[in-house]
């Protein structure tokens, strides 16, 4: 039996037209790849061509400083225009009111009795001499005249003595005087101590001049003394010294002092509200003090009531709680009918008047 051929896979016979074909292909590829290549190369050249800006140097740069500025303000707003002000119309002058003729001077009282009233300056025709010139200067007001001072007769006198309304034994005034010095002694009781204030001095026309004062307070005595040529107060048991201010008096003599103005002016004391004004001084220390006139009032005295005025001193500094009174009694030369200080503490020590020896 004969075996069949097999055709031969390895020999690939082509026809003569596709050969032609594919050679034409690859032509075309190449073309389009030599055209390509050259478009690529003019285009290298351009640009290498084309002139690029040259960047400056950084290091050659001068560095700016910068400064920050507020921001401006806002414009302020258009002022105004000012109204010219109207121009007022002067007030009419005033007529002047006629003037009050002056006070009569006040008539000046003799010791005696006797009144005396001098006339000023200028007699009949002064009023006619004065309406042809310039019109006179008004006068000057006169300065508030000083108390006059009526010392009181020598008396002792007698009170009775309480303390918070306990009654303990009599206090004693005894007042001494010639004319020219003076004596005055205080003593009360207080339980079973004794207590001894004394001031001594001369006399003037303005009243007392004191010139020692001594305290005696159960066992103990203290002394001060007044030198009125040195101006100088010297405490004699404390130690040390203190200028002598104006006006001044001792704690117990600056009463009398009061009597003697009472007595020699009483009109001074109607109003109440009018002080006195005093430097006192005891054994340690000088301070100012004031006596101010509050009113009349009606004191008993045991045997019947009495009419008074009465006298308060001021506190002395803020807070100053203790407070002396007295009341003054015109018939009995105005001596006190009563005395009494208030401690800080509310004890009260109060002597009324019962007798009096020596009138």
Do not use: C
């Not at 596709?18 to 050249?45: N, P, Y």
């Not at 000057?140 to 009170?159: F, G």
């Amino acid at each position: 039996m004969a075996t069949a051929k097999r055709p031969d896979r390895t020999a690939n016979p082509r026809k003569p037209g596709s050969r032609t074909r594919g050679a034409s292909r690859l032509r075309r590829w190449l073309a389009v790849l030599v055209v390509v290549a050259v478009a690529h190369v003019v285009l290298l050249f351009g640009l290498l061509r084309m002139p690029v800006p040259s960047l400056p140097d950084l290091k050659q740069i001068p560095a700016l400083e910068a400064i920050l500025l507020p921001p401006p303000a806002p414009p302020a707003p258009p002022a105004r225009p000012r109204v010219p002000p109207q121009a007022r119309p002067a007030p009419p002058s005033p007529t002047p009111a006629p003037q009050p003729e002056p006070d009569a001077p006040a008539l000046a009282t003799s010791p005696g009795g006797d009144t005396t009233a001098h006339a000023g300056a200028g007699g009949a025709g002064s009023t006619a001499e004065g309406a042809k010139g310039a019109p006179a200067a008004p006068a000057e007001a006169p300065a508030a005249p000083a108390p006059r001072y009526a010392a009181p007769p020598s008396v002792t006198l007698r009170y009775a003595s309480f303390v918070n309304g306990v009654q303990n034994p009599d206090g004693i005034i005894r007042w001494e005087q010639d004319g020219r010095q003076y004596r005055l002694a205080v003593e009360t009781r207080v339980l079973w101590f004794r207590f001894v204030f004394e001031s001594q001095g001369n006399m003037t026309e303005r009243g007392l001049q004191p010139t020692r004062y001594e305290e005696a307070r159960r066992n103990k005595r203290a002394v001060a003394r007044f030198d009125h040529a040195a101006n100088m107060v010297v405490f004699e048991t404390r130690g040390g010294q203190a200028p002598m201010p104006a006006n001044f008096q001792d704690r117990f003599s600056v009463f009398l002092q009061l009597v003697g103005w009472a007595r020699g002016d009483p009109q001074r004391y109607v109003t109440p509200g009018a002080t006195e004004s005093f430097s006192v001084a005891d054994t340690t220390e000088v301070e100012p003090m004031q006596v101010q006139y509050v009113g009349e009032e009606n004191i008993d005295i045991g045997t019947g009531m009495v009419r008074t005025r009465h006298f308060v001193r001021l506190p002395r500094h803020p807070g100053d709680q203790r407070r002396v009174e007295i009341w003054l009694a015109p018939s009995l030369d105005w001596m006190p009918a009563r005395l009494r200080q208030t401690e800080p503490d509310g004890t009260q020590i109060d002597l009324v008047y019962r007798s009096s020896e020596g009138r």
